[in-house]
């Protein structure tokens, strides 16, 4: 199921979920232009779990960014066309309506701090892994937990492939992000004890941002009026 829009009208322009949207593309753009080194520019700026630990366990790496930095650079960096693609039409339909909700220096610090906590579930369950870990999907997947709580009624206009045939539908919010999220979950289990075979998807990074997101979505004022 891949969403097209909600039905919720945003009442402020999302600013921030329009420049999270450039920035995420310029980055992806500079990557593409870096040919085989973009190897080295995922090993600079994504996650990577073995790195991490050993950052936290105070040892130096001698690298110029640091190892805490990429739980925030990570969040900018994407795998493939696919990913980007998915990651910012999910973005675009969720995020308008949170940063409505919370404001637009609130959404920014919600959207991060979703990300971070998100990479460091991540991190938790597989603290020596070697595989660089890149991708908004676990901010994005904030936003998402928090727009189940806020918009649990509101219509997703869906795109829903039958056999060879795609037609659309709409879809509660509830029904559509509880659905993902389980998928999530049961992944996330599912790949516990097996590092690096998971087809490079950080499934507990999406189960760990859905749920901080819903945490962290009420604590910032999503269901108070800000106006």
Same mark, same amino acid.
């Given at each position: 199921?891949?969403?097209?829009?909600?039905?919720?009208?945003?009442?402020?322009?999302?600013?921030?979920?329009?420049?999270?949207?450039?920035?995420?593309?310029?980055?992806?753009?500079?990557?593409?232009?870096?040919g085989a080194?973009?190897?080295?520019?995922?090993?600079?700026?994504?996650?990577?779990?073995?790195?991490?630990?050993?950052?936290?366990?105070?040892?130096?790496?001698?690298?110029?960014?640091?190892?805490?930095?990429?739980?925030?650079?990570?969040?900018?960096?994407?795998?493939?066309?696919?990913?980007?693609?998915?990651?910012?039409l999910f973005?675009?339909?969720?995020?308008?309506?949170?940063?409505?909700?919370?404001? @637009?220096?609130?959404?920014?610090? %919600?959207?991060?701090?979703? +990300?971070? &906590?998100? $990479? #460091?579930?991540?991190?938790?369950?597989?603290?020596?892994?070697?595989?660089?870990?890149?991708?908004?999907?676990?901010?994005?997947?904030?936003?998402?937990?928090?727009?189940?709580?806020?918009?649990?009624?509101?219509?997703?206009?869906?795109?829903?492939?039958?056999?060879?045939?795609?037609?659309?539908?709409?879809?509660?919010?509830?029904?559509?992000?509880?659905?993902?999220?389980?998928?999530?979950?049961?992944?996330?289990?599912?790949?516990?004890?097996?590092?690096?075979?998971?087809?490079?998807?950080?499934?507990?990074? @999406?189960?760990?941002?859905?749920? %901080?997101?819903?945490?962290? +979505?009420? &604590?910032? $004022? #999503?269901?108070?009026?800000?106006?």
């Amino acid at each position: 199921m891949v969403p097209l829009h909600d039905d919720n009208p945003t009442n402020i322009t999302p600013v921030v979920v329009y420049a999270l949207i450039t920035i995420n593309i310029l980055v992806f753009l500079h990557q593409m232009s870096l040919g085989a080194g973009i190897n080295d520019f995922f090993q600079l700026y994504a996650v990577i779990p073995r790195e991490l630990s050993a950052s936290f366990a105070g040892s130096s790496l001698n690298q110029p960014v640091p190892e805490t930095y990429t739980l925030i650079t990570s969040q900018f960096l994407h795998g493939d066309f696919v990913h980007i693609g998915f990651n910012m039409l999910f973005l675009w339909t969720f995020g308008n309506n949170i940063e409505d909700s919370l404001g @637009h220096v609130k959404f920014l610090i %919600f959207y991060l701090g979703c +990300g971070i &906590l998100a $990479g #460091l579930t991540h991190w938790f369950f597989d603290m020596s892994s070697i595989v660089p870990t890149v991708g908004a999907s676990g901010a994005i997947a904030g936003v998402m937990g928090a727009y189940i709580l806020k918009y649990p009624k509101a219509q997703i206009l869906t795109l829903l492939p039958i056999g060879i045939f795609i037609t659309t539908i709409r879809i509660p919010a509830f029904f559509f992000l509880g659905f993902w999220f389980i998928q999530q979950a049961i992944s996330s289990v599912l790949s516990l004890g097996l590092p690096g075979n998971t087809g490079g998807v950080a499934y507990w990074a @999406h189960a760990g941002g859905f749920v %901080f997101g819903a945490i962290l +979505g009420p &604590l910032l $004022g #999503l269901f108070s009026d800000r106006r």
